[in-house]
């Protein structure tokens, strides 16, 4: 009689909730349009991809986005801003399911769900973009930041383009 | 403008020429189904993937010729067959996996089974079920499984694509490119195995013929597009030839890439930025490679279907499926070859940020064609100029023209009978 699993460990409260501050000032970023602060997320030698589910289920390389630095991440800033065209839009980012999914060299793993809303100016608004983060955090000066973010994509057929960042 | 009506009741085209294309041409239905029918359906070859897609035996894919899905399949004897994904029974599509590996096919419905060659094996209760001593049911006497196979594409490869039409009188597909066009396709798909890299999709609210033209527009990539006239990807001053089959429908541009920066052609041109530069421009690490004989670049189109992409060190196939005449989807099939060396293939990969519906490059051109479209609704009556180094069709040893625009829509006139 008894109940013989093991104990489990009590959950890391403090990091989740950071982890979760995180993912929000990440999407109020984005949301509000500064995209100049967007690389300050990460770390200096980042990954950062937007690849659709398609292509990481079966395990094939291309990405839809795909950077290797913050300063990749800054020349997407400023492609944005002074030289792709495109009609601007709202987005809004509905993020959930934030968790700590573990721990590997240093680096705090962690996933959620995401879902960007696109308004046109005048048009209705649409789902434009839904998937998961698939992300490795890590402790600079402090702060967490994102030494790697993978935007896994349900979305496949994308409306369109798709021009600031997820 | 010569019409005064919004939604001309009996539209013509005015002139015998095609420097001038009527707005409606993108807006109407009814043209839009003639146009399935005179240029997917019948008389051209449609692409519908690329060898390597495919290895083993079993191995299909499930794309698009026009509207209508097909499997392309891997025969055991080592050919390739598409077959139409509908049920010979009552026409349910049946397949509904993208991709995978299959050893026949059934539809789920009434199990009715079929080789991967599309011949109807399987019917159940065909010979009808014993009960009571009698036989109930069963399929009429005169009921021949050799006439409900599955409708079979014709198909042709060469260099590791394949190539399907619903029409079995077509011409070789070598016929079709012409030798010109066949020449640059040669060049691409020159008998090295290619190695998928993957996938890009988005559905562009815009008419399918735009993006044939987008292609054959050299006129706006060095213009509209900051990268390409900054980092010299194509400009106006280099050297290039625009080359069109004999009946003008396909066409390649090719491009021998400068060095970029300033120029009497970036003058009074908004996107053009004088001191841009990248803070890492590993993306655009470019290094020749012994193929491609000169060129830096080489966009073909095939038409209907097909965009081959060859832009430094990115290549592509581009494909165009329609959907009614204000969108199309666009599906994109990034590649590299077997033998390249993991650092060709991270260029590859690096340089494809260029490219694709989030692209340096690409993803104004999806931009620019939905805004034609609404421009075009605004009123059917109005005329698009493709007057650009004159009205004339015909190959150029320069990239200043719309004559190939011109080329496609002498080819289009004689087709649609307009």
């Given at each position: 009689?008894?109940?013989?699993?093991?104990?489990?460990?009590?959950?890391?409260?403090?990091?989740?909730?950071?982890?979760?501050?995180?993912?929000?000032?990440?999407?109020?970023?984005?949301?509000?349009?500064?995209?100049?602060?967007?690389?300050?997320?990460?770390?200096?030698?980042?990954?950062?991809k937007l690849i659709p589910r398609e292509n990481h289920d079966r395990g094939l390389p291309l990405a839809t986005l795909s950077f290797e630095s913050k300063g990749m991440l800054r020349d997407r800033v400023f492609g944005i801003s002074e030289t792709l065209f495109h009609q601007p839009y709202y987005q809004r980012h509905i993020v959930s399911g934030v968790r700590v999914t573990g721990e590997e060299a240093g680096l705090v793993l962690a996933e959620a769900n995401y879902l960007v809303i696109r308004t046109k100016k005048n048009q209705p608004s649409e789902v434009f973009n839904a998937g998961r983060y698939?992300?490795?955090?890590?402790?600079?000066?402090?702060?967490?930041?994102y030494a790697s973010k993978l935007c896994v994509f349900d979305s496949e057929l994308i409306p369109n383009s798709i021009i600031y960042p997820i | 403008m010569t019409q005064t009506t919004v939604f001309p009741a009996?539209?013509?085209?005015?002139?015998?020429?095609?420097?001038?294309?009527?707005?409606?041409?993108?807006?109407?239905?009814?043209?839009?189904?003639?146009?399935?029918?005179?240029?997917?359906?019948?008389?051209?070859?449609?692409?519908?993937?690329?060898?390597?897609?495919?290895?083993?035996?079993?191995?299909?894919?499930?794309?698009?010729?026009?509207?209508?899905?097909?499997?392309?399949?891997r025969d055991p004897d080592g050919g390739i067959n598409v077959i139409e994904n509908v049920c010979a029974h009552r026409g349910m599509r049946f397949c509904r996996e993208r991709n995978g590996n299959a050893k026949d096919f059934f539809c789920p419905y009434h199990q009715w089974n079929y080789s991967v060659k599309g011949d109807l094996h399987g019917v159940p209760f065909r010979r009808g079920v014993k009960q009571d001593g009698k036989i109930n049911g069963g399929m009429p006497k005169d009921f021949k499984v050799e006439d409900h196979g599955l409708t079979k594409l014709k198909v042709a490869t060469r260099g590791g694509v394949v190539f399907a039409s619903f029409d079995h009188d077509i011409e070789s597909l070598e016929d079709f490119l012409g030798p010109v066009i066949l020449s640059y396709f040669d060049r691409t798909f020159n008998g090295r195995k290619l190695k998928i890299l993957g996938y890009r999709r988005q559905r562009i609210p815009g008419n399918w013929k735009l993006m044939q033209e987008n292609i054959k527009d050299p006129y706006h990539p060095g213009l509209l597009q900051t990268w390409v006239v900054t980092f010299g990807l194509w400009r106006a001053d280099q050297r290039s030839e625009m080359v069109m089959d004999?009946?003008?429908?396909?066409?390649?541009?090719?491009?021998?890439?400068?060095?970029?920066?300033?120029?009497?052609?970036?003058?009074?041109?908004?996107?053009?930025?004088?001191?841009?530069?990248?803070?890492?421009?590993?993306?655009?690490?470019?290094?020749?490679?012994?193929?491609?004989?000169?060129?830096?670049?080489?966009?073909?189109?095939?038409?209907?279907?097909?965009i081959i992409q060859h832009n430094v060190n990115s290549i592509s196939t581009r494909q165009i499926v329609p959907l009614g005449p204000n969108a199309f989807?666009?599906?994109?099939?990034?590649?590299?070859?077997?033998?390249?060396?993991?650092?060709?293939?991270?260029?590859?990969?690096?340089?494809?940020n260029l490219f694709g519906p989030a692209g340096y490059v690409s993803a104004d051109d999806g931009e620019v064609i939905e805004l034609s479209q609404h421009g075009f609704a605004q009123n059917g009556a109005n005329n698009t100029l493709c007057e650009l180094d004159?009205?004339?069709?015909?190959?150029?040893?320069?990239?200043?023209?719309?004559?190939?625009?011109?080329?496609?829509?002498?080819?289009?006139?004689?087709?649609?009978?307009?």
């Open positions: 009689m008894g109940d013989n699993k093991p104990i489990k460990p009590m959950p890391d409260v403090a990091l989740g909730r950071e982890v979760h501050d995180l993912y929000a000032r990440y999407a109020a970023c984005l949301d509000h349009g500064d995209f100049k602060d967007w690389p300050d997320f990460f770390t200096a030698e980042c990954v950062y698939i992300d490795r955090l890590a402790r600079v000066d402090g702060r967490l930041l | 009996d539209p013509k085209w005015e002139g015998e020429g095609t420097s001038r294309i009527p707005f409606w041409a993108y807006t109407r239905e009814d043209l839009y189904k003639k146009e399935l029918d005179q240029f997917f359906y019948n008389n051209h070859w449609c692409y519908v993937g690329l060898e390597a897609e495919i290895p083993n035996a079993g191995d299909f894919r499930r794309t698009v010729v026009g509207e209508r899905s097909v499997i392309m399949v004999a009946h003008g429908r396909h066409a390649a541009m090719v491009g021998y890439r400068s060095s970029g920066g300033k120029g009497d052609v970036t003058k009074g041109v908004t996107s053009f930025k004088e001191n841009m530069k990248l803070e890492d421009d590993r993306v655009l690490d470019v290094v020749p490679e012994a193929w491609w004989n000169g060129p830096t670049a080489c966009m073909q189109t095939i038409f209907p279907s097909l989807d666009f599906v994109w099939t990034h590649f590299g070859f077997d033998d390249d060396t993991p650092e060709m293939t991270r260029r590859r990969l690096r340089q494809a004159g009205r004339e069709v015909g190959g150029v040893p320069h990239n200043v023209t719309e004559t190939l625009i011109r080329g496609m829509y002498k080819y289009y006139r004689q087709v649609m009978g307009h």
